[in-house]
């Protein structure tokens, strides 16, 4: 997990949701799941990466309202990676579950053969749980 805090401000990354935390008295929370960020981006000027600071904006496929910014945070790079890490990881796992719910609709109708769906099946399940199994950070 990463938590950035600055000022009255907290910037947090875990494995399944990002959120920006601001204000001190009054309180606003922006969040969104990784699987909803469809893309990140970068911004730092000259002297930000002298100092290695910059901004962090997660896009979702509501647009810049629903957009997750940590600003002014340290090694914005690192945390792109991060975010990017997890997303991919989190899009794989679900596309493999995609795979084996459309392989129990074929058995049920029917369209394959008792053995190959336990092979396929099997298969599946092994990708998963290595997919879930990798905890390496970028």
Do not use: C
């Not at 981006?41 to 896009?59: C, H, M, S, T």
């Not at 496929?61 to 997890?86: A, E, Q």
């Amino acid at each position: 997990m990463f938590t950035s805090r600055l000022r009255a401000t907290e910037y947090i990354v875990t494995i399944r949701r990002v959120y920006s935390k601001y204000g001190l008295v009054s309180r606003k929370t922006v969040e969104a799941k990784l699987e909803w960020i469809t893309y990140v981006i970068v911004k730092q000027g000259f002297f930000a990466r002298l100092f290695n600071v910059g901004d962090v904006i997660l896009a979702t496929p509501s647009g810049p309202i629903m957009s997750v910014v940590f600003k002014g945070v340290s090694d914005p790079m690192y945390v792109r990676s991060l975010v990017l890490h997890w997303t991919e990881k989190i899009k794989e796992a679900q596309r493999i579950k995609e795979k084996l719910r459309r392989l129990e609709e074929e058995y049920e109708f029917g369209k394959i053969p008792e053995h190959k769906y336990i092979e396929l099946r099997e298969n599946y399940e092994k990708e998963l749980s290595e997919i879930e199994s990798r905890d390496e950070m970028p």
